[in-house]
C-alpha cells in the first residue's frame, strides 16, 4: 500500500503541497485533453447561421366579374447554415502556460539551493537564461526598453537563491518556495502597474514558449518509456507466471509495433493500425504513470537530490508546464505544433521504448529467463548504465523523426509558431496591422500553416478584400485541410455566385472528411442554389438538418408529412417554424393548442414562427396575439423582423374584418420601404371592397416598383372604375403578356372594349357578360335586355344580372335591384346562389323587411362584416343593448363597407352629447371611399343639418356629377329642408 501511496511517509507539510501540485497536475491534463477534444475550438467554432427566405403563399382570393384574384403574402423558411468562426486567440489558454511555466520555474529554483555547488551554478545559469528568454525589456517598464529590469530580475532570484545555498541553508523547501513566490508576485506587480503594453502577461507568454517548447521536449522524452517499464514490473512482480522474458518481449513488441503502426499511418506510409489512440491521451497517460516511473528511478537521483519530496515535486512541476504548453498549442488552433508533438510523441515512445527494451535484455536478461523480481532492480543497471539508455533514447528517436521529415522543418515550425503566437497578441489587442505582419513571416519559415492562413483570411474579410481572404483559404486548405476553413472558402465562393467551384470545392472536402455533417449540410445549401431539391434533400438528411429538409420542400412547394398540431409553448425553432411555413404553401391549416410567450426581443427562429403563424392561422387566430405582434415589430430590438412581422399581422388583421387597421398598418409600412407587394395587396383589397379609383393609386405605385403583376390589377381596376379610355391601352399591352391566359383574356377585353354596342351579339358568352358589366350604362335599359337575353349560358345571364343589381345598389337605387333581381329564377350553381341570397339580404333592409332577414341570415354563407351588420340591425329592432357595441365595432372596422357606416352614424344620431364625433365617423368614411355614392348622400345631409353649408354644398356637387339627373334630382327634392338655397 504504502509502496503505491508513497507520500503516506512525508511529512504533513509535504503531502499537503504534494497534493495542491498534484491539483495542478490533473489540471493541466484535463486543459490539455478538453483542448484535444475540442480542436480547433475555442480559438476556431462552427458557427450557425440562420437565412431567412421568403416564399410566396397565396392568403386571400375573391371574384371580380369572372376573374379570380388572390392576394398574396409571404411565408419564410429558414435555412440554417454552418461555417467556421473568426480566428479568436484564447486569452485563458495563453494565461494558463504562463502560470503553468511559473509554476515550475519557482519550483525548480526553490530546488537550486537544496543542490551541490557545481549543480547550484548551473542551475542558476539555467534560470538566468529563462528569464533572459522572457524579453521583459519589451514590456517598456517604466517607458523605457532598457535591460535593466531583466538584469535586475536575474539579480534579485540568482541573490536570494544564493543566500539561502550559502548563507540560510537550515531553510525548508517550503521557506524557499515562500520567499520565491513574494519575489515573483512583486515582479508581477511591477509590470502590471508600469508596463507601456497593453497586456505584458500575454506578451511574457508569447516570449516564454521556447521555454515551454524545451520543457515539453524533456518530458516527452522522459516518460516515453514509462509503458514498457510497467510491462517490465508488472510481469516481474508476479512469481507464479513463469516465461518472464517471453511475456515481456511480446507485450513490448505488440505495444511497440501498434505504435509505430500508428506512426506510419500518420506519416502516410501505410494506412491502418490494429488500434488507434491520439498521441495526446498516451502521453496525459504516460505522464501519469511518470509519477511512479520517477520515483522507481531513485538510485539514479539521490546523490543529486537526497530529499524524495523534492524530486517528485520537481518531476510534478515539469510535467505539469509541459501538458500546458501543449493544451495552449490546442486551445490556440496551432496546427503545426500540434501536427509535430503528434510526430515527436509517437516517435519517441518508438524510440525510447525500443531503447528501454534492449537495455532491460542487456542488464537483466539472465534474471528475467530465471524469473526473479527484476522490478526491484531495474534502475541499478550493470552492462548498460541509465545514462547510455537516455543517450541512446534521444538518438533513436531522432532517426525515427528524420525517416520521414528532416528536422528542420520541426525548427521551422517551432518558428513559425512563435510568430503566430506574436500575431495572436496583436489580434487580441485590435492591432490587425501587425497581427498580419507577424502572420506572414510565420508563413515565410511553413506555408503548410493553416492558423496563419486563416487568421490572414478573418482579417482580409474586416477589410473587405474578398478575392485575399478566399486565397488564403485556398491556400491554408491546400497544406493543412479543415472543415471550418473548407467552409468559409464555400461560403466565399457563394458571396461570388461560384456555384461550380463552390461545388468542387465540397466534393473535395466530403473525401478528406466523409463524417462532417457539417460538409454534408453545406452541400445542401449548394444544391439548394442549384435548384436541385432532390440532392439537397438527400445531404440535409444526412447531415441531419431536419430544418433544411422542410426548407426545401417549402421552397420547392414539394409535399412532405407533417404534424397537424403546432404547439404554443414549445420551443421555436427551425423545425417547427418551417412546418409552418409548409403548411401555409399546402393550404393546410394547423391545430394549435396552448399560449404563445416571448420576451420583449425575438431571436430569429421566434419571429418568423410567430409571422408564419399568423399567415397560417389568419382568420382564427386572436387580435391579441396579432397586437402582441405589432407590437414586438415596433420595438427597435426587432427592427430586423419589422417588415415580415407587420404584414402578417395585416393579413391576419384583415381576414377578421378589421380592413380599417389592415390598411393603415400596411400603408404605414409600405410607404416607409416602398415594397411594391405590399402597394399591390393593398390595391387588391380595395378591388374586393369595391373601391376600384382608389386601388388605381396603389397599382399605379406598384407598377413604378415593377411590381410583376401590376400592370394586370391596374386594367382590371381601370375597367371597373370605368377608365375606359386608358384601360383600353393598357388590356392592348398586356395582349403581348408572356402569360398565354392574360393574353388571351387581353385579347378578349379589348375587343369588348372597342366594339361597336351594334355588334356585341358577335361576342362569345364570356364577351357579351364582359360588354354587360362594363359597357352598358345603368340607365341603358334596352341595350342590356337585348344582350342579355343572347346569352345562352344561364349562369353567365344570372352574373350579369347580379353584377348589376349590385351596381344599382351601391348607387342607392334598391327598387331597382330589387326589381332586377326578381328576374332570377332558376336554379344556379352555390357560389351565384349565395351572391343572390346575400344581395336580397342587404335589399331587403332598405325594405325593413326584418322577417326576411332573420329567417335567412343564417342558412348561407354571409361574409362576417355582413353578417354583423344584419345582427347589428336585429338587435336594434328588437331593442338588444348589444346593438350599441356591435355598431360601434361596424365604425372601427371598415369603411369601405359604407352601408355599416351609414347604419352606426343613423343608430347614434339620437346621441345628442357629441354629435360631431358621429359626424366623424362618416367624415372617415367618405375620406376612405370618396366615390361611395351612399357617403355624399349621408354626408350632404348631416353636414347640413350641422350647419356646415360648404361641406354639405362640395358633397352635392359630387352627387351632381355621378348621378343622372333623374337621380340626383329625387335625392334632392327628398331633403330638400336640409338645403339652403337652390341645390
Given at each position: 500500500?504504502?509502496?503505491?501511496?508513497?507520500?503516506?511517509?512525508?511529512?504533513?507539510?509535504?503531502?499537503?503541497?504534494f497534493w495542491v501540485l498534484a491539483v495542478c497536475f490533473l489540471f493541466s491534463l484535463g486543459f490539455l485533453w478538453q483542448g484535444w477534444i475540442q480542436w480547433p475550438a475555442p480559438a476556431i467554432t462552427l458557427d450557425n447561421y440562420q437565412q431567412i427566405q421568403s416564399v410566396e403563399v397565396p392568403m386571400h382570393s375573391f371574384n371580380v366579374g369572372l376573374l379570380k384574384l388572390t392576394a398574396v403574402g409571404q411565408s419564410n423558411v429558414i435555412i440554417e447554415s454552418i461555417f467556421g468562426s473568426d480566428l479568436q486567440p484564447s486569452v485563458f489558454a495563453s494565461y494558463f502556460f504562463l502560470a503553468a511555466l511559473v509554476f515550475c520555474f519557482l519550483i525548480f529554483i526553490s530546488i537550486l539551493p537544496a543542490l551541490s555547488r557545481y549543480r547550484f551554478l548551473i542551475g542558476i545559469g539555467i534560470a538566468a537564461l529563462f528569464i533572459a528568454s522572457l524579453q521583459l525589456d519589451a514590456l517598456q517598464i517604466f517607458?523605457?526598453?532598457?535591460?535593466?529590469?531583466?538584469?535586475?530580475?536575474?539579480?534579485?532570484?540568482?541573490?536570494?537563491?544564493?543566500?539561502?545555498?550559502?548563507?540560510?541553508?537550515?531553510?525548508?523547501?517550503?521557506?524557499?518556495?515562500?520567499?520565491?513566490?513574494?519575489?515573483?508576485?512583486?515582479?508581477?506587480?511591477?509590470?502590471?502597474f508600469s508596463s507601456g503594453v497593453?497586456?505584458?502577461?500575454?506578451?511574457?507568454?508569447?516570449?516564454?514558449?521556447?521555454?515551454?517548447?524545451?520543457?515539453?521536449?524533456?518530458?516527452?522524452?522522459?516518460?516515453?518509456?514509462?509503458?514498457?517499464?510497467?510491462?517490465?514490473?508488472?510481469?516481474?512482480?508476479?512469481?507464479?507466471?513463469?516465461?518472464?522474458?517471453?511475456?515481456?518481449?511480446?507485450?513490448?513488441?505488440?505495444?511497440?509495433?501498434?505504435?509505430?503502426?500508428?506512426?506510419?499511418s500518420k506519416m502516410g506510409m501505410t494506412g491502418w493500425s490494429f488500434f488507434s489512440v491520439s498521441p495526446f491521451v498516451l502521453l496525459g497517460l504516460s505522464a501519469i504513470l511518470g509519477v511512479w516511473g520517477f520515483r522507481a528511478r531513485e538510485p539514479r537521483h539521490e546523490s543529486i537530490l537526497k530529499e524524495e519530496p523534492l524530486r517528485i515535486y520537481f518531476y510534478v512541476s515539469l510535467a505539469t508546464a509541459a501538458l500546458g504548453v501543449l493544451g495552449y498549442f490546442l486551445s490556440s488552433a496551432n496546427d503545426m505544433m500540434v501536427d509535430a508533438f503528434e510526430d515527436l510523441i509517437l516517435a519517441a515512445h518508438i524510440g525510447c521504448g525500443l531503447i528501454f527494451v534492449l537495455y532491460v535484455i542487456a542488464n537483466f536478461g539472465p534474471m528475467l529467463v530465471k524469473n526473479l523480481p527484476v522490478y526491484k532492480i531495474l534502475y541499478k543497471p550493470d552492462t548498460m548504465p541509465h545514462f547510455t539508455f537516455r543517450l541512446m533514447s534521444v538518438i533513436a528517436t531522432f532517426a525515427i523523426l528524420s525517416m520521414v521529415v528532416s528536422w528542420k522543418t520541426y525548427v521551422n515550425q517551432m518558428v513559425a509558431t512563435y510568430y503566430n503566437a506574436y500575431g495572436d497578441l496583436f489580434l487580441i489587442e485590435g492591432d490587425t496591422g501587425n497581427?498580419?505582419?507577424?502572420?506572414?513571416?510565420?508563413?515565410?519559415?511553413?506555408?503548410?500553416?493553416?492558423?496563419?492562413?486563416?487568421?490572414?483570411?478573418?482579417?482580409?474579410?474586416?477589410?473587405?478584400?474578398?478575392?485575399?481572404?478566399?486565397?488564403e483559404y485556398e491556400n491554408g486548405v491546400e497544406w493543412s485541410p479543415d472543415v471550418p476553413a473548407y467552409l468559409n472558402l464555400c461560403r466565399a465562393y457563394l458571396a461570388h455566385n461560384d456555384l461550380l467551384e463552390t461545388a468542387l470545392t465540397l466534393d473535395r472536402a466530403r473525401k478528406e472528411f466523409p463524417n462532417s455533417k457539417e460538409l454534408q449540410n453545406a452541400t445542401g445549401i449548394s444544391f439548394l442554389k442549384l435548384k436541385q431539391p432532390d440532392s439537397a434533400i438527400y445531404y440535409f438528411s444526412q447531415a441531419k438538418k431536419q430544418a433544411n429538409?422542410?426548407?426545401?420542400?417549402?421552397?420547392?412547394?414539394?409535399?412532405?408529412?407533417?404534424?397537424?398540431?403546432?404547439?404554443?409553448?414549445?420551443?421555436k425553432d427551425g423545425v417547427n417554424a418551417n412546418t409552418i411555413a409548409l403548411a401555409n404553401l399546402q393550404q393546410k391549416q394547423l391545430l394549435t393548442e396552448g399560449k404563445f410567450s416571448v420576451d420583449t426581443s425575438l431571436n430569429v427562429y421566434e419571429a418568423v414562427w410567430l409571422s408564419n403563424f399568423l399567415v397560417n392561422q389568419k382568420e382564427k387566430s386572436d387580435t391579441a396575439l396579432i397586437g402582441l405582434a405589432l407590437e414586438l415589430a415596433k420595438k427597435p430590438i426587432n427592427g430586423?423582423?419589422?417588415e415580415t412581422l407587420i404584414t402578417a399581422a395585416a393579413h391576419s388583421l384583415y381576414e377578421h374584418g378589421l380592413v380599417n387597421e389592415a390598411m393603415k398598418t400596411l400603408r404605414e409600412l409600405a410607404f416607409r420601404t416602398g415594397n411594391a407587394n405590399q402597394l399591390s395587396t393593398m390595391g387588391l383589397w380595395l378591388l374586393e371592397q369595391k373601391n376600384p379609383s382608389l386601388a388605381i393609386n396603389y397599382f399605379e405605385e406598384a407598377q413604378g416598383k415593377s411590381h410583376p403583376a401590376s400592370l394586370y390589377h391596374l386594367a382590371i381596376a381601370q375597367i371597373e372604375a370605368n377608365n375606359l379610355n386608358q384601360a383600353i391601352i393598357n388590356w392592348d399591352s398586356l395582349r403581348r403578356s408572356p402569360d398565354k391566359k392574360i393574353a388571351a383574356f387581353a385579347e378578349m377585353i379589348s375587343a369588348v372594349l372597342k366594339i361597336?354596342?351594334?355588334?356585341?351579339?358577335?361576342?362569345?358568352?364570356?364577351?357579351?357578360?364582359?360588354?354587360?358589366?362594363?359597357?352598358?350604362?345603368?340607365?341603358?335599359?334596352?341595350?342590356?335586355?337585348?344582350?342579355?337575353?343572347?346569352?345562352?349560358?344561364?349562369?353567365?345571364?344570372?352574373q350579369a344580372i347580379i353584377d348589376r343589381s349590385e351596381k344599382l345598389f351601391a348607387m342607392d337605387e334598391p327598387d331597382e335591384a330589387n326589381d332586377l333581381l326578381g328576374r332570377l329564377n332558376t336554379v344556379y350553381s352555390k357560389n351565384i346562389h349565395q351572391q343572390i341570397t346575400s344581395l336580397r339580404l342587404m335589399l331587403a333592409v332598405e325594405k325593413r323587411d326584418w322577417e326576411f332577414i332573420q329567417k335567412n341570415i343564417y342558412e348561407t354563407a354571409?361574409?362576417?362584416?355582413?353578417?354583423?351588420?344584419?345582427?347589428?340591425?336585429?338587435?336594434?329592432?328588437?331593442?338588444?343593448?348589444?346593438?350599441?357595441?356591435?355598431?360601434?365595432?361596424?365604425?372601427?372596422?371598415?369603411?369601405?363597407?359604407?352601408?355599416?357606416?351609414?347604419?352606426?352614424?343613423?343608430?347614434?344620431?339620437?346621441?345628442?352629447?357629441?354629435?360631431?364625433?358621429?359626424?366623424?365617423?362618416?367624415?372617415?368614411?367618405?375620406?376612405?371611399?370618396?366615390?361611395?355614392?351612399?357617403?355624399?348622400?349621408?354626408?350632404?345631409?348631416?353636414?347640413?343639418?350641422?350647419?356646415?353649408?360648404?361641406?354639405?354644398?362640395?358633397?352635392?356637387?359630387?352627387?351632381?356629377?355621378?348621378?343622372?339627373?333623374?337621380?340626383?334630382?329625387?335625392?334632392?327634392?327628398?331633403?330638400?329642408?336640409?338645403?339652403?338655397?337652390?341645390?
Open positions: 500500500m504504502y509502496s503505491f501511496q508513497f507520500w503516506k511517509q512525508w511529512p504533513k507539510p509535504y503531502r499537503f503541497l517607458n523605457t526598453s532598457s535591460r535593466l529590469f531583466t538584469a535586475g530580475s536575474i539579480l534579485l532570484f540568482a541573490s536570494v537563491a544564493f543566500y539561502f545555498h550559502s548563507f540560510k541553508v537550515e531553510a525548508t523547501f517550503l521557506n524557499r518556495l515562500f520567499a520565491f513566490s513574494l519575489l515573483t508576485l512583486a515582479l508581477s506587480l511591477s509590470i502590471y497593453p497586456h505584458p502577461f500575454l506578451h511574457i507568454s508569447v516570449t516564454g514558449l521556447m521555454a515551454g517548447l524545451i520543457v515539453c521536449l524533456i518530458v516527452i522524452v522522459m516518460v516515453a518509456h514509462e509503458w514498457v517499464a510497467l510491462f517490465a514490473e508488472l510481469i516481474t512482480r508476479s512469481t507464479k507466471l513463469g516465461k518472464n522474458l517471453q511475456h515481456f518481449l511480446v507485450l513490448s513488441i505488440v505495444y511497440l509495433g501498434n505504435i509505430f503502426l500508428m506512426y506510419s497581427a498580419e505582419v507577424n502572420y506572414r513571416r510565420s508563413l515565410q519559415f511553413r506555408n503548410q500553416n493553416l492558423h496563419a492562413h486563416y487568421a490572414l483570411a478573418n482579417i482580409y474579410k474586416s477589410k473587405l478584400e474578398p478575392i485575399q481572404e478566399r486565397k429538409v422542410l426548407a426545401v420542400h417549402a421552397v420547392f412547394n414539394k409535399p412532405a408529412e407533417m404534424d397537424s398540431i403546432v404547439s404554443l409553448n414549445d420551443k430586423n423582423f419589422e361597336n354596342p351594334n355588334q356585341a351579339k358577335d361576342l362569345t358568352d364570356e364577351g357579351k357578360y364582359y360588354f354587360c358589366r362594363y359597357r352598358i350604362p345603368l340607365n341603358d335599359n334596352i341595350l342590356f335586355n337585348n344582350v342579355i337575353n343572347a346569352i345562352a349560358d344561364h349562369q353567365l345571364q344570372a354571409l361574409p362576417p362584416l355582413q353578417k354583423k351588420y344584419l345582427e347589428a340591425l336585429l338587435a336594434a329592432q328588437n331593442g338588444s343593448t348589444m346593438a350599441a357595441n356591435q355598431f360601434e365595432y361596424l365604425c372601427k372596422a371598415n369603411y369601405q363597407f359604407e352601408e355599416g357606416v351609414i347604419a352606426a352614424v343613423r343608430f347614434f344620431e339620437n346621441d345628442t352629447t357629441d354629435r360631431y364625433k358621429n359626424f366623424s365617423r362618416l367624415v372617415e368614411g367618405l375620406l376612405a371611399k370618396p366615390n361611395s355614392v351612399k357617403y355624399l348622400k349621408q354626408h350632404a345631409v348631416m353636414a347640413a343639418s350641422l350647419a356646415f353649408y360648404d361641406a354639405a354644398q362640395s358633397s352635392l356637387d359630387k352627387l351632381r356629377a355621378i348621378l343622372p339627373d333623374k337621380a340626383f334630382k329625387k335625392f334632392a327634392e327628398k331633403n330638400r329642408q336640409y338645403f339652403k338655397g337652390p341645390v
